[in-house]
């Protein structure tokens, strides 16, 4: 299908690997020119080598901490120069859990609210007013778990996310942008190999929660970004969609 996306630009934060680079590839197979962003150098390095035969060339490479003091501001401005003076594609990714052991400070929520939903905010705030004035755009935030079983920073910072991007969905549909998230489930990237280190704690949590089966792959989660990035979704505005294989409770 061609999803009418050659010649359009986007940035994905944290493509360094996993998820992120997974969306990475499905946008440059639709020939879109991409901007990478991350904290590792070496880490882009690969992921842009890899993509460099995809209809939308090799990545672009931005080297930045989205929460860093300036860092959305930094990686805003050097992605737009470096794909020509915009972004049509946002895609915020970065996001990370970060489980409640013991008593928890200010610091520690200050810095999970950050990471997984401040960022994207500040980000977006730098992009959107572009997409405006072009009267198109796509923003595409990853959230997960609203609600976990145990205390966790990252649960209501996601929650907020999905309800910030919502009533954005509201604000900037008049000018022809769309808002939308997506929640993965149990995809197969580092962070949940740590959760299941062996083959048989996956087996088990698939029995449990996943009728499909088995874990998502990253292109799972990038060919939805891909369409939903496409005019061909033009109708779909502050969706929060699941990719979980139909898992019966998220945890």
Not at 37 to 53: D, I, N
Not at 59 to 82: F, N, T
Request: with cysteine; proline share 5%.
């Amino acid at each position: 299908m061609n999803l009418g996306l050659e010649g359009k630009t986007a940035l994905i934060t944290a493509a360094s690997g996993g998820i992120g680079s997974g969306i990475a590839g499905s946008l440059a197979d639709a020939g879109v020119r991409v901007a990478i962003s991350g904290r590792t150098a070496a880490a882009l390095e690969k992921v842009a080598g890899a993509l460099a035969s995809r209809a939308g060339g090799r990545p672009v490479i931005v080297v930045g901490d989205v929460c860093a003091q300036g860092g959305p501001a930094q990686i805003a401005a050097e992605a737009s120069a470096a794909l020509g003076g915009h972004v049509d594609i946002l895609v915020n990714n970065a996001g990370g859990a970060r489980p409640v052991t013991g008593e928890a400070d200010d610091a520690f929520w200050d810095e999970a609210m950050t990471l997984n939903f401040l960022a994207a905010r500040r980000l977006t705030d730098l992009i959107s007013p572009g997409m405006k004035a072009r009267n198109w755009g796509r923003i595409v935030n990853i959230s997960g778990a609203l609600v976990a079983p145990k205390l966790n920073g990252a649960a209501p910072a996601k929650a907020a996310l999905v309800s910030w991007s919502r009533t954005l969905s509201s604000e900037l549909g008049p000018y022809g942008v769309t808002v939308n998230t997506i929640a993965p489930g149990r995809i197969n990237t580092a962070q949940i190999q740590k959760l299941h280190p062996t083959e048989q704690s996956k087996a088990d949590f698939i029995k449990q929660n996943i009728p499909a089966g088995y874990f998502g792959e990253p292109e799972d989660i990038g060919h939805l970004v891909a369409f939903l990035a496409s005019p061909l979704a033009r109708y779909i505005n502050g969706a929060a969609i699941p990719v979980d294989g139909g898992a019966i409770r998220r945890v």
